[in-house]
């Protein structure tokens, strides 16, 4: 295999190298929108554990899978209005703003060179298959508290304190608590609460909380 100084992709052969080498920003990521890029670049050892890093960060409060196969995963913003988004429940919520934002990021499993000090287009020695994450977070607006969704960590663990018999109230107030500084952190509500006691059928267990949280 030949790799690539720049990135360290891999190619099979060296005309596969070539064209990559030749096209103009091949390597880079591709926001080319104009604003200060908050790149992201980042390497996993399987895509397992790039999706643990995409959930724990709460990446998907913010952003959506667009395109997903089992090497390759794509999110884009979830409240973009570039291309044609197939999610009907992204474009018919009317309530929900929408931008022309470039967001995304970008999974992908592959070949990456592992070599010390990679001389451009020379055969690769050490290369493993791995899963890079590349992208630009920079929205082109503000992530507004009313358009972030739950992440999955914090709906996780908002079902663990239900279960553990706590009350929506104590779960909001001690271990959700809105951080106020922080606009683009998003609250967790009395609603959320109850739909992931409704999802998770928690109701029977925590009738009793009901009563007392005297909603
Ligand atoms: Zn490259
Ligand atoms: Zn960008
Ligand atoms: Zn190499
Ligand atoms: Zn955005």
Do not use: W
């Amino acid at each position: 295999m030949i790799h690539c100084s720049k990135c360290r992709k891999t190619f099979l052969t060296l005309a596969g190298y070539r064209y990559h080498s030749n096209k103009t920003n091949s390597c880079v990521d591709p926001c080319d929108f104009d604003h200060t890029h908050d790149y992201i670049n980042l390497s996993f050892e399987s895509m397992e554990a790039s999706q643990v890093c995409f959930e724990s960060n709460e990446m998907d409060r913010s952003f959506v899978t667009r395109r997903s196969s089992s090497n390759q995963r794509l999110f884009i913003c979830a409240q973009t209005t570039k291309d044609n988004i197939k999610d009907k429940r992204l474009k018919t919520n009317a309530s929900r703003k929408t931008h022309d934002c470039p967001a995304k990021l970008f999974f992908k499993e592959a070949s990456f060179c592992r070599c010390v000090s990679p001389v451009a287009g020379e055969k690769c020695e050490l290369n493993r298959p791995s899963v890079q994450i590349r992208g630009c977070l920079q929205h082109s607006h503000p992530l507004e508290r009313r358009n972030l969704r739950l992440s999955k960590a914090v709906k996780e663990d908002v079902v663990k304190l239900l279960e553990a018999g706590l009350t929506p109230n104590v779960i909001i107030n001690k271990y959700h608590p809105a951080e106020k500084e922080d606009p683009a952190s998003k609250p967790v509500t009395t609603g959320d609460v109850y739909s992931l006691v409704r999802r998770a059928n928690l109701q029977g267990k925590n009738e009793g909380a009901r009563k007392r949280d005297k909603f």
